[in-house]
């Protein structure tokens, strides 16, 4: 805490100002004023305006203010904004498919349009056609606008919780050399980017040439190096090292002894292995801690931080070729690689011969138990000796925009530009393990297998095999394990095209001023094609989920129009009142006809005062995954309705007389007699699309006030309501896994709608040879989906000429903006998640308060900045009545500040040094996380770590 410490009255005011934020931490700001005659347009309308006001709520987070959060990636720069519900981030692991996305208001980050100098980028991940956000460099940021609210009517398909635009630096000159490096007070987790921009006037001034070039790299942090993330809170995994063989409800194991010692009971019909194959009963202990134990904790070897490596560059080009022409060229390339890595592979549902070389005499006659001893059984395992599943993900993305730009003898300013774009998305995975092979090598001697040859007939299908001992500890031979090991790349591909134009200006004037408009039309078309390795298309893989092949792509063909229309000026009350009007007519190849349009409306009473508020009806086309997916794999988290113990944190579960009832129906048994407990706490899913889906439809509505009091200098304060409403909301059938379960065990009946899939022609849900369940899922326009919530900004330099001198080395204004969002309402199929975390049907924090606030304070050429982060307490999702389970833990109030000190050596020379999580603040850890133990994309997994670097010019 010493480098926190500053002198005299400045320690004071800064450590006051950090208990205030007990509800805060923030970067956005009010936007600056036009400059006097200018026209500008902002984000959420294609009118430019001189006063830099929309009816649309706005907020724009500065260069000064992004460059105070020290941070190195885009989306941590996002997710600190109360009206977003973090997306992926560097600390995603799994789920993780290696890129960083923003999610406004929480409808998914396929709901959030991403724009780069107002233009689309292209996605890059097949399942949200989401864009990645380290495609942007971070450098290059002049300015990020967030408009919250559906902006469809102005930006098309994508926008029905808003637009985050990123503005770059387009017009540099100069040289300018940057540099930050960093790690943890732990030693570990360093990073470190050094970036260049040079940018030159041309033909004296007419043009600009502005290029980029930056390079990033991030060093892995384990969870094993965190005491809070080292054991699961999960209760680990059934699926241990030693091996299992599963009871089978129809052909069940006598009782076996557990290991001495075992606190989770004398005796399993599951059978577990010593380490030297000797069997036993399965010590099934949910408490990872202790001394004997046969489940197994992935924790330790999973990624709190993936490591990653980026290089992004980065052309803009514009030229006046006269008065009435301008030209304009826009150049992105980025190759980002980050890596994730989980536990070894846990190998389930694997049926042996029962004359399996390798079978030692006390399992054999454990085996011999059994009403049917000669059957086959059914194994689990967990191949550590194979090394932990790693993912190496590598996305390169190529985008090219050029346009024109001019003004008509009418004074009309028009513009076209074109635009293509390409993702290149490459997941490479290695230490899997092949289905075929270790079926091969676990052959029995009645396939000519013994301990040390695969039988003739394997032999000549796979000449490398080689028998693979299951039971015990360490117990294959390197060969086994070279044989079974598979790693594979799956690709990924989209390409984008576009060609937009649009025309505006004035077109009369009325008494209170000139009504304004706009006119366009664009044409996108978007193609994507998803090609898995054989082996992960066809299944033959245990330790990740099947994949299939697909491809498609749509087009659209688009017009639109604004208009603003001013009824009102210097009158009484009301120094201004417009009205502000937009539609958008869209033709798909895929969907058809859709349209959006906005009504919004401002009442300016006076200098101190405006009022603002918009409708708007947005709407989003299915994007190609949702519409031609085909039985991809999933492995969402929630309990089995049939166990009788909590698999989170192995509580007795008490079962109503028709669970038991429809349990018994299924398994054969009845679940409380036979003590039936899932084995896993992720459930297996086989997930569809559905090409007969619809396009969503949104209803937004906004009502806030701008208060700037003339009395009180340097003051500025807005609040907000909204109220979002989307129909025929794209989702999986009745909300999930866990809801598709749950409507199946209310109806109580296999053949219903719930428990069978009518658009697959499948049951919704099965059990396996072990009673393990199975779920089946489809896509379709089932749900409908309500946020509603209040959003208040302060913006105020409070004076301090009362105790500080103007003039003097101390600044005598302190600088502090504090951002709150209040949810009122969450709720997704009828259940309200607001104030809740987790990951039970849905995987968000939702607080009923979040905040950020920035405070900010000058010494002579040094500038302090402290920011504070605050999420208000969450109770657990499992415990939401409405999905029937209970029994979790909660979570906390949870706030971290930030510190930074930026010194001015020079007008040339720049030093920064920070540091983040000051206090070393550990992230809440709960059941039904959605990673490692909490959720590392709201929540900081590192603590306390320091940063510094430098900024030339030249």
Same mark, same amino acid.
Do not use: C, W
């Given at each position: 805490m010493k480098s926190t410490k500053q002198a005299g009255n400045i320690r004071t005011i800064l450590l006051a100002g950090t208990i205030i934020s007990g509800m805060a931490f923030a970067v956005p700001a009010f936007a600056e004023e036009a400059k006097a005659g200018e026209t500008v347009v902002i984000t959420g309308s294609r009118i430019a305006k001189k006063d830099y006001t929309s009816p649309s709520p706005i907020t724009t987070i500065g260069a000064a203010q992004i460059e105070a959060t020290g941070s190195l990636t885009t989306e941590k720069i996002l997710n600190t904004l109360p009206q977003v519900v973090p997306g992926f981030t560097a600390a995603s692991n799994n789920p993780s498919d290696g890129t960083a996305t923003v999610d406004l208001r929480g409808l998914g980050a396929s709901r959030t349009l991403v724009l780069v100098n107002g233009h689309r980028m292209t996605p890059a991940t097949k399942s949200a056609s989401a864009i990645d956000l380290n495609s942007i460099p971070a450098g290059l940021i002049k300015k990020v606008e967030v408009v919250t609210g559906g902006a469809s009517a102005t930006y098309g398909s994508d926008a029905l919780a808003g637009v985050v635009n990123f503005i770059m630096k387009d017009d540099f000159n100069g040289l300018q050399i940057t540099g930050q490096a960093g790690k943890t007070a732990a030693g570990d987790g360093a990073n470190y980017d050094t970036s260049v921009i040079f940018g030159s006037d041309l033909a004296d001034g007419k043009g600009n040439l502005t290029a980029f070039a930056s390079y990033y790299k991030r060093d892995q942090v384990l969870a094993a190096l965190r005491d809070w993330a080292i054991l699961s809170n999960a209760g680990g995994s059934a699926t241990g090292v030693a091996g299992r063989a599963d009871n089978f409800v129809g052909n069940p194991f006598a009782p076996v002894a557990t290991a001495p010692g075992c606190t989770a009971g004398a #005796?399993?019909?599951?059978?577990?292995?010593?380490?030297? $194959? =000797?069997?036993r009963g399965y010590c099934n202990n949910f408490d990872m801690s202790a001394a004997v134990n046969d489940r197994y904790n992935f924790s330790p070897v999973n990624n709190l931080m993936s490591p990653g490596e980026r290089i992004s560059t980065a052309v803009f080009g514009k030229y006046n070729f006269d008065d009435n022409l %301008?030209?304009? &060229?826009?150049i992105f390339y980025t190759d980002n690689r980050q890596s994730s890595q989980l536990a070894p592979t846990p190998m389930t549902g694997l049926l042996v011969d029962i004359d399996n070389p390798f079978i030692s005499s006390s399992f054999a006659s454990a085996l011999a138990t059994r009403t049917n001893p000669t059957a086959n059984f059914q194994f689990r395992k967990r191949m550590d000796? +194979?090394?932990?599943?790693?993912?190496?993900?590598?996305?390169?993305q190529f985008q090219f925009v050029t346009g024109l730009g001019g003004t008509t003898a009418t004074g009309f300013k028009w513009d076209i530009s074109g635009a293509y774009g390409r993702t290149e998305f490459k997941d490479s995975t290695f230490n899997d393990v092949s289905r075929s092979r270790l079926i091969a090598a676990t052959r029995g001697t009645s396939a000519g297998s013994s301990t040390t040859s695969c039988g003739a007939a394997i032999l000549a299908i796979f000449p490398t095999c080689k028998p693979y001992n299951l039971f015990g500890t360490g117990s294959a031979s390197q060969a086994a394990i070279d044989f079974v090991r598979l790693n594979f790349s799956d690709s990924t591909l989209f390409e984008r095209t576009m060609l937009t134009a649009n025309i505006g200006g004035d077109l009369f004037t009325l008494p209170a001023g000139a009504v304004s408009f706009n006119l366009g039309g664009e044409y996108r078309k978007d193609n994507f094609e998803f090609a898995p390795d054989a082996a992960h298309g066809s299944g033959d893989i245990f330790g990740f989920n099947r994949e299939s092949y697909t491809q498609g792509g749509f087009d659209v063909t688009e017009l639109f129009g604004e208009v603003a229309i001013p009824l009102i000026a210097d009158a009484p009350f009301a120094k201004y009142v417009g009205l502000e009007l937009g539609a958008r007519h869209s033709n798909y190849s895929t969907v058809g006809n859709t349209d959006s349009y906005k009504v919004g409306g401002e009442w300016k009473i006076n200098d101190d005062l405006r009022f603002r508020s918009m409708f708007q009806r947005a709407s989003r086309a299915p994007s190609a995954f949702e519409l031609y997916q085909s039985n991809d794999q999933g492995f969402p988290q929630f309990t089995d309705p049939c166990s009788t113990k909590n698999v989170n944190n192995g509580a007795t579960r008490t079962l109503s007389a028709s669970t038991i009832a429809f349990c018994t129906l299924q398994l054969g048994v009845n679940p409380v007699t036979s003590g039936f407990i899932q084995p896993n706490s992720q459930i297996e899913t086989s997930i569809y699309g559905n090409r007969n889906l619809k396009p969503e439809t949104s209803d937004t509505i906004t009502i806030g006030a701008v208060y700037r009091p003339s009395y009180v200098k340097n003051l500025a304060v807005t609040l907000d309501y909204y109220d979002i409403k989307? /129909? #025929? @909301?794209?989702? %999986? /059938?009745? $909300?999930?896994? =866990?809801g598709t379960v749950a409507a199946c065990f209310a109806s109580g009946s296999m053949t219903s709608d719930a428990c069978f899939d009518s658009s697959i022609g499948l049951p919704a849900i099965y059990r396996d040879a072990a009673g393990e369940l199975k779920v089946r899922t489809s896509t379709g326009n089932v749900s409908e989906f309500r946020t509603k919530g209040v959003d208040l900004t302060v913006d105020y330099r409070i004076p301090l000429g009362w105790m500080v001198k103007s003039g003097g080395i101390f600044d005598d204004k302190l600088n502090v903006n504090l951002l709150v969002n209040y949810l009122d309402t969450y709720v997704l199929d009828g259940v309200d998640y607001k104030g809740t975390a987790g990951s039970y049907n849905i995987s968000a924090a939702l607080p009923k308060y979040k905040a950020i606030m920035t405070l900010g304070y000058k010494i002579g050429d040094v500038k302090l900045t402290t920011n504070t982060s605050y999420y208000y307490k969450m109770d657990n999702q499992g415990n939401i009545p409405d999905l029937? #389970? *209970?029994? @979790?833990? %909660?979570v906390p109030n949870y706030a971290i500040t930030d510190v930074q000190a930026r010194w001015s050596v020079s007008p040339r020379t720049e &030093? +920064?040094? *920070?540091?983040?999580? +000051?206090? #070393? /603040?550990?992230?809440?850890?709960?059941?039904?996380?959605?990673d490692g133990n909490t959720d590392p994309n709201a929540f900081d997994v590192l603590g306390r770590a320091y940063y510094a670097g430098f900024k030339l010019k030249f």
């Open positions: #005796d399993s019909r599951n059978i577990s292995f010593a380490a030297n $194959g =000797a069997a %301008t030209g304009r &060229l826009e000796q +194979v090394g932990p599943r790693v993912q190496e993900h590598n996305n390169k989307v /129909k #025929d @909301y794209i989702n %999986t /059938k009745f $909300g999930g896994a =866990a029937q #389970d *209970g029994g @979790y833990n %909660t &030093l +920064v040094f *920070g540091i983040n999580n +000051v206090m #070393d /603040k550990e992230p809440p850890v709960f059941d039904n996380s959605p």
